[in-house]
């Protein structure tokens, strides 16, 4: 079971990314995936959610409006497309599963939002 993050990288605030999350070893489409994010001296603190078939998704407040999580069920792979990032984004973003048996956390992938 993997979870592997991409997209990541230095933004300018007021710019966009979109991360994406492509899962193995599991059947991705019976699951609900997740964002979360851990900045530097932070807590790790959730971001989104979106239902396993994609009908039902779910923001943190301070995110809400700005990001968006999409899945493609026939490529296993889960999205976050991020608009309006400010420079309190910054953190390591990850991919995470929770299956009856496991937790599944990817290694994260870095966002730097600076000018």
């Known amino acids: 079971v993997q979870l592997v993050e991409s997209g990541g990288g230095l933004v300018q605030p007021g710019g966009s990314l979109r991360l994406s999350c492509a899962a193995s070893?599991?059947?991705?489409?019976?699951?609900?995936m997740h964002w979360h994010r851990q900045g530097t001296g932070k807590e790790r603190e959730w971001v989104a959610g979106?239902?396993?078939?994609?009908?039902?998704?779910n923001y943190a407040a301070s995110v809400k409006g700005r990001f968006t999580i999409t899945r493609d069920n026939a490529k296993n792979t889960a999205y976050l497309q991020m608009n309006s990032l400010k420079p309190e984004d910054t953190a390591m973003y990850y991919c995470?599963?929770?299956?009856?048996?496991?937790?599944?956390w990817g290694q994260g992938t870095l966002v730097t939002v600076s000018s």
């Open positions: 995470y599963v929770q299956r009856a048996t496991d937790r599944v």
């Open positions: 070893g599991f059947t991705f489409s019976r699951y609900t």
């Open positions: 979106i239902s396993s078939i994609g009908d039902t998704t």
